[in-house]
């Protein structure tokens, strides 16, 4: 009865406390929808009616939506030294508390260098979030789970994408960005009960790193940041018939109902299959798009904003989330903190090179050729994927590990060892994960992983296996 119980961990229900957790931590990202997408309110502040004391130049746009990456790089290198020093959730609190008044400042600013501090420091608080929030879920998430709750934060930053885009088409720019804050509120308190982990061992593997931070570049690159931040914009010189804004709301209704579906399905398709199916369709509907804008085929001002909604929809289901959720999958147990720590730089860095450049490049060579360049990068990322991207779905953290290590012999019979007690800490992590009640449980989960994990290193380096199965065995 007792192995039967071991080979099917499912059966038992996921700990409500561990959903709490998950949704708490995901919560934290609404923040970095509503930093991204508060540019909505800047044509508003230019428009002469406005009650401000400064007035918002073009140069001021490009620089107030550019800041968010480029505030965010100090914030990319001290997160990870950090994580390490004071743990994921107290760096959470630490940066989500001062987020608030940084909100304040913005909405309150009577002086425009008031605005700017207050846009990087709340750029800042952003990029920290951003470092922490899905490895942290990796670590809180059972197995049968984590694809959902690595999806969900991505949900979270859609609801506060269209909710900033809603409060800046509906109210002033002040009462915009100072309601902002409300969101982050419970989350503020719900961190506080969610339990810390801080125990990560010492050495590097560049290869997954390499392999998740590829698909950042090539997401950015192709245009994600750009169509966000600038909606607007895009809208107004594609020519559509509807009101700007308008569409702008659509598109964040379109980002958030996509990633709602896609935060269902990921644990059903899979990660592989849903990155690569639809980074293929955004680069489809971007050059559809571009091709359009570029021949002026009259009677298809149409065509520009369907594919742009397209693109926004299949973003929402795969390109936006899947690769956070790699980020806390892939990325070894050792090295997830430092390596997000990079990627997020780096992320940020190409996300300021493109929001920066974007009116310059449109102005230069016109929305349709710029489409249709952000076309070619997302037609990348599915070429990337599809030769090097293992399936997670179903796979332990410990197992994909292993993945990307070479397959070591057996010394004794010279034949490779292929993950051959994979399951068994599959098995163990899950049915210990049943016992997450408390902080306390979490940790004593996150021990057992850990020491399964020294004796599965001896095992899959050829030494005898009976240790490690009687201490799986003991686990439960």
């Known amino acids: 009865m007792e192995d039967k119980k071991l080979s099917n961990p499912t059966q038992f229900p996921v700990p409500w406390k561990q959903i709490v957790f998950v949704v708490g931590v995901g919560c934290a990202v609404m923040e970095n929808g509503m930093v991204y997408g508060w540019s909505a309110v800047l044509p508003t502040m230019q428009s002469s009616n406005t009650t401000q004391g400064f007035t918002i130049t073009q140069e001021d746009v490009s620089w107030l939506a550019s800041l968010v990456p480029l505030a965010a790089i100090v914030g990319n290198l001290s997160s990870g030294p950090l994580v390490e020093f004071i743990g994921p959730v107290r760096l959470m609190l630490s940066v989500l508390i001062p987020s608030v008044g940084f909100w304040f400042l913005m909405a309150l600013s009577s002086v425009k260098w008031l605005l700017y501090v207050g846009r990087a420091g709340s750029a800042l608080c952003c990029a920290i979030i951003d470092t922490v929030v899905q490895p942290l879920t990796a670590e809180l998430s059972s197995t049968r789970i984590r694809g959902l709750a690595g999806a969900l934060p991505e949900v979270l930053a859609s609801v506060g994408l269209l909710l900033i885009y809603v409060m800046a088409h509906t109210t002033p720019p002040p ?12 989350v503020i308190v719900l961190l506080f009960f969610v339990p810390e982990f801080i125990e990560l061992r010492k050495r590097r593997n560049v290869y997954p790193v390499l392999l998740t931070l590829s698909f950042f570049m090539l997401r950015e690159l192709g245009g994600r940041s750009a169509v966000f931040s600038y909606s607007v914009y895009i809208f107004r010189d594609s020519g559509v018939g509807l009101d700007a804004f308008t569409c702008t709301v659509l598109v964040g209704l379109a980002r958030l109902g996509a990633t709602c579906v896609a935060s269902l399905m990921v644990d059903r398709l899979g990660r592989r299959p849903l990155l690569l199916m639809t980074a293929l369709v955004c680069g489809l509907a971007q050059t559809v798009g571009g091709i359009s804008l570029h021949m002026e085929v009259a009677g298809s001002a149409w065509v520009p904003t369907a594919c742009i909604l397209v693109f926004v929809a299949s973003y929402g289901l795969g390109v936006g989330p899947i690769p956070w959720i790699l980020s806390g999958e892939l990325l070894p147990n050792p090295v997830r903190s430092l390596g997000i720590s990079i ?21 230069e060579i016109g929305l349709g050729l710029t489409l249709a360049i952000f076309g070619v990068f997302n037609f990348a990322l599915a070429a ?3 030769r090097w991207l293992p399936e997670s779905r179903g796979v332990s953290l410990q197992e994909l590990e292993l993945a990307f290590s070479s397959h070591k012999r057996n010394p004794k019979t010279g034949e490779e060892n292929r993950n051959v007690i994979g399951k068994d800490s599959l098995e163990v992590r899950e049915c210990v994960s049943e016992k997450n009640i408390g902080r306390e449980s979490l940790l004593e989960e996150k021990k057992a992983v850990d020491e399964l994990e020294h004796l599965k290193e001896d095992c899959i380096e050829g030494k005898e296996c009976e240790e490690y199965v009687r201490t799986a065995c003991v686990c439960v």
């Not at 009462?175 to 419970?186: K, M, Q």
């Not at 992320?347 to 102005?363: D, E, T």
């Open 384 to 386: 990337i994927g599809w």
């Open 343 to 363: 990627i997020t730089l780096i992320f940020n860095l190409i996300v300021f090179g493109v929001n920066y450049v974007f009116l310059n490049i449109i102005a």
């Open 175 to 186: 009462v915009a960005t100072g309601a902002s804050i409300i969101p982050l509120l419970p």
